[in-house]
């Protein structure tokens, strides 16, 4: 989602949902996954199997979705605000989940080039990767934002209501749209990821 797009979003500091909301879609793999061969260097694979963790970057609003560990429905489930409290609700997050992977919206350009926003989305994507200890990939955004906000409208949902979900709404959307596409292990990027992506403190 672009930056733009998430600054209009809900009031920051929405507490994620349930420990039963992440359980119900996150159960754990008792086999060992097979793993993809990495797109890049110096990038851990995603296993093929197990639920991952959909991400919509914005710089105030964080929207989050899952999946199940057969990758069939993503679900949106909560938004963070992207704020000091966020180092603390992923570590949280993480520990009491199964995930075996990040998928991290990419915002780009209708052309498909790439902006300071994109450079942003994957430093925040390292940072939550290594906080986390899981590998992750980048995967296209464009257009989830208004994608996001028909669905909501076609819900007949007020505009106070869509504004309190449309950030989850477009994590859902990236997600399901990593899967739909078969999970392909270098997730939106053909090339070697040469961008240097905007430093996020290291987690402590």
């Known amino acids: 989602m672009s930056e733009e797009a998430n600054g209009r979003r809900e009031p920051a500091g929405e ?4 420990q039963a909301t992440l359980t119900d879609t996150t159960t754990a793999n008792t086999s060992a996954p097979a793993l993809h061969q990495p797109a890049h260097a110096g990038r851990s694979p995603i296993p093929t199997r197990g639920p991952l963790l959909g991400i919509d970057y914005g710089t105030k609003r964080i929207g989050i979705a899952v999946c199940d560990p057969d990758r069939v429905i993503a679900s949106p ?4 605000a992207n704020d000091a409290g966020k180092q ?3 570590a949280d997050l993480v520990a009491r989940s199964k995930f075996v992977g990040i998928v991290v ?10 902006s300071p926003m ?3 989305a994957r430093g925040f994507a ?3 990767a290594d906080l ?3 590998p992750f990939v980048m995967w296209d955004e464009r257009f989830t934002s208004s994608a996001a906000e028909d669905v909501l409208r076609e819900a007949k949902l007020t505009q106070k209501k869509r504004k309190a979900k449309v950030d989850r709404v477009a994590a859902q959307m990236i997600l399901q749209g990593y899967i739909d596409a078969g999970c392909p292990p270098g997730g939106s990027d ?5 961008t240097d992506p905007t430093p996020f403190p290291a987690p402590n």
């Not at 507490?15 to 349930?18: D, I, L, R, T």
């Not at 489930?77 to 963070?80: A, E, L």
């Not at 919206?105 to 080039?113: R, V």
Request: charged share 25%; net charge negative.
């Open 132 to 134: 986390a200890k899981l």
């Open 118 to 120: 994109s450079r942003e």
């Open 190 to 194: 053909t090339g070697a990821d040469d």
């Open 105 to 114: 919206g990419l915002p780009l350009h209708a052309s498909g080039e790439e």
């Open 15 to 18: 507490s994620y949902p349930p």
């Open 77 to 80: 489930v909560g938004t963070q």
């Open 126 to 128: 390292k940072w939550l």
């Open 88 to 90: 603390a609700f992923f």
